[in-house]
């Protein structure tokens, strides 16, 4: 009897092990390939900005900020947007509209990023470079991160931050509108009773006390700009420099990534640069999922 039970334990376990073994195992590969670049390079991989075959000279600074200021873009435009879809989803929507809107939003999970990318560049990109970018240009023009230097014909990061912002609406929104509607309704009940509006109610106790997810929510989606690289590549315009402006092209470590794949991974110290960026990406993923699991363990604490 105790061995049919135990059997249940035992699958469970063993799921959980082999789940750990191919976590570890895409780890020790990556790292032990990317051990020659870092011997070579030292510190320089982070903070160089030579990257170069022929003299086997790699630095990825450039690579880095462009992955920063296209994230950092998405965010400023998808938290806002987000967040307000999520709270009117969750505090203020009926039910017939959210039924409506909120499998659209989450429509917008299983659409391939290639498509993305597509759409970007070939309609985007013409309204971007035909529309949106002159007008910046010509009234926003004198503060010098709209400037409008038109250098890769409409792809930059403005418009990258407009592809990644739609891609990770649905984690922020999703996610943001279960810590919501996690807070009992108890705490709302008892703002109404003091005399709160709905929306005094939803600014001073809901969206505080769901702070942590909310958090967590858009902890997850820099994880997914910063991750994304199909779309990126199409629509970033891949020139490695630190862009004077948000309509200036832009070169993202992922981008960096497979565009010289197929061309330089067969060779050994290519591929352990190439393995060295991959490497950068992964620490900077653990960090943030470990980043993300503190803020769930605090906000566990803070419910019991």
Do not use: C
């Amino acid at each position: 009897m105790n061995e049919t039970r135990d059997l249940p334990h035992l699958f469970f376990l063993t799921s959980a092990i082999v789940t750990g073994l191919i976590v570890i195992l895409m780890f020790g590969f990556i790292f032990q390939g990317a051990i020659p670049v870092f011997l070579l390079e030292g510190p320089g991989f982070i903070y160089g900005t030579v990257w170069n075959y022929s003299t086997n000279q790699y630095g990825i600074f450039l690579y880095i900020v462009g992955t920063i200021v296209v994230t950092v873009a998405t965010l400023i435009m998808a938290i806002p947007l987000g967040l307000l879809t999520a709270i009117y989803l969750a505090e203020f929507a009926p039910s017939p509209v959210e039924k409506i809107l909120r499998p659209l939003v989450e429509l917008l999970v299983g659409i391939p990023s290639v498509v993305y990318g597509l759409f970007g560049f070939l309609f985007l990109r013409y309204v971007f470079m035909n529309t949106i970018d002159p007008w910046i240009g010509n009234n926003l023009g004198f503060i010098p991160i709209f400037r409008n230097l038109d250098i890769a014909g409409g792809a930059h990061i403005l418009l990258a931050a407009v592809i990644l912002s739609i891609m990770v609406l649905p984690t922020i929104v999703a996610l943001s509108m279960d810590a919501m509607r996690a807070i009992p309704w108890d705490y709302r009940e008892a703002s109404f009773a003091l005399g709160a509006t709905r929306w005094e109610t939803v600014r001073k106790v809901v969206i505080p006390a769901a702070l942590s997810g909310i958090i967590a929510s858009i902890i997850l989606a820099m994880m997914r700009a910063m991750g994304e690289t199909m779309a990126v590549v199409m629509v970033a315009g891949n020139f490695a420099e630190i862009p004077p402006t948000i309509l200036s092209p832009v070169y993202p470590l992922t981008a960096k990534l497979l565009n010289d794949a197929t061309d330089w991974i067969g060779l050994p110290m290519p591929q352990s640069a190439l393995l060295g960026i991959a490497s950068v990406l992964f620490v900077v993923e653990i960090l943030f999922v470990a980043l993300a699991h503190a803020i769930g363990e605090y906000t566990r604490r803070k419910m019991q």
